[in-house]
């Protein structure tokens, strides 16, 4: 059964500097395409459930786009489709850089799973560069078994208890969630208008964040959180009264569970710890850091996580227990990739794009993913122009910026 966050895609890319070899690439795709059984399959719905099953085609490959007919905004918009793989891959040729993108369905996948099959990709192309062009790659036909399998017992009332402590917390602090006020004229989000917005600190601003955070005593992670926070706070009513936000934080069960899970294991591994704050427009940024950083290791600590995969069924009786004010995701740092003989690759990204925007409903959560590369902390912003207006997303991103300078 999958559980993940439908409609959701994963993107990871690098771009590509030297000469390219479509075919190696091509090659070195399809052999990690043969590891990964669940990128040759389709997701279908079996009953009540989801279910994984192999495609009725050959495997996806490698789709090249010429400079000119084709950009990175316009392959950013264009889905997976639901009822084909799981996965695409492309390489975006430039005048002066190519651009290797690749589209993961977060059903099956997490971020830091993305970012290693990436990395594989370019491993495998150093070494059939290498070696001779007849290697075969070794094909996989198991799924990884579901992250929930691997979990510690946890009796049904005690799940269900947890579901009621968040139903009793989303009712005493109601979340307010950003308004759309999107921008009149755009596509409908169903015809994939999607835009980002990066915020990256030099390196030297990222050295200087991560000593306040040291100082504080407290995770950049949390300070980060904190930015974020207060920026929408401010971006909300103009008074100076606290609003309860809800703050999704997914954590890494990679290293949580027996046997550890390899980051190269491509299945949905992460499960989010939510928390509901009362934030002042003039909050300090390393005290209400602190409060976050604290709550989040604490709800750690008591497995919350955990419960919160295993309720998950229960909040489909009542989505308002998984309205979130922000979504924040953290890879954290990132080992800078390693090029082929030949190659440079560089300006690794990762942005989950949803895909299931909902104007209609007026309000929604600002979704960011950070990660730390070439020593520079890098946080993406996607949205739907039907939903959050440019405008609108560019203050939030620019008092985010302003907020994390002054901490």
């Known amino acids: 059964m999958l559980s993940g966050p439908g409609l959701t895609r994963i993107m990871a890319l690098c771009t590509v500097r030297g000469d390219t070899n479509e075919q190696l690439l091509q090659r070195a795709f399809a052999s990690s395409v043969a590891a990964h059984p669940s990128l040759r399959s389709r997701i279908s719905p079996d009953g009540t459930e989801l279910v994984l099953h192999p495609l009725d085609d050959g495997p996806p490959e490698l789709v090249v786009r010429r400079a000119g007919s084709w950009d990175l905004d316009r392959e950013m918009r264009s889905r997976l489709d639901r009822c084909g793989p799981l996965v695409r891959a492309t390489l975006l040729r430039g005048a002066a850089e190519d651009t290797f993108i690749l589209h993961v369905d977060h059903r099956i996948c997490d971020g830091r799973s993305v970012v290693a099959l990436l990395s594989a990709v370019w491993r495998t192309y150093a070494a059939l560069g290498e070696g001779p062009m007849a290697s075969s790659a070794h094909v996989a036909d198991s799924y990884p078994a ?154 750690v600590e008591r497995g919350d996580p955990e419960r919160e995969i295993l309720a998950v069924r229960h909040f489909f009786e009542n989505p308002a227990l998984l309205a979130a004010s922000l979504v924040l995701t953290n890879l954290g740092r990132v080992a800078d990739l390693v090029a082929p003989p030949g190659l440079e690759l560089g300006g690794l990204r990762w942005i989950p794009v949803p895909e299931n925007w909902s104007p209609e409903q007026g309000r929604g959560p600002l979704v960011v993913s950070a990660i730390t590369v070439e020593g520079r902390l890098a946080l993406e912003v996607p949205y739907s122009p039907s939903c959050f207006g440019h405008r609108q997303i560019a203050e939030v991103v620019e008092s985010t910026r302003r907020i994390l300078m002054s901490a």
């Open 146 to 299: 579901p992250i929930e399998t691997r979990l510690g017992h946890h009796p049904e009332a005690d799940v269900l208890a947890y579901a009621a402590r968040r139903a009793e917390q989303a009712k005493r602090l109601p979340p307010v969630l950003l308004p759309y006020l999107g921008d009149p004229g755009v596509e409908a989000p169903e015809q994939g208008e999607i835009h980002v917005r990066t915020l990256r600190l030099t390196s030297d601003e990222t050295t200087r964040l991560a000593g306040s955070a040291r100082a504080a005593g407290i995770s950049v992670q949390g300070l980060v959180a904190a930015a974020l926070l207060i920026a929408v706070r401010r971006a909300l009513e103009a008074t100076d009264a606290p609003l309860s936000l809800a703050l999704a934080s997914p954590v890494d069960f990679r290293h949580r569970v027996t046997p550890p899970l390899a980051e190269e294991t491509l299945v949905l591994a992460a499960a989010s710890f939510y928390d509901i704050v009362e934030v002042s427009p003039r909050a300090d940024v390393r005290t209400l850091g602190r409060l976050v950083y604290d709550r989040l290791r604490a709800g």
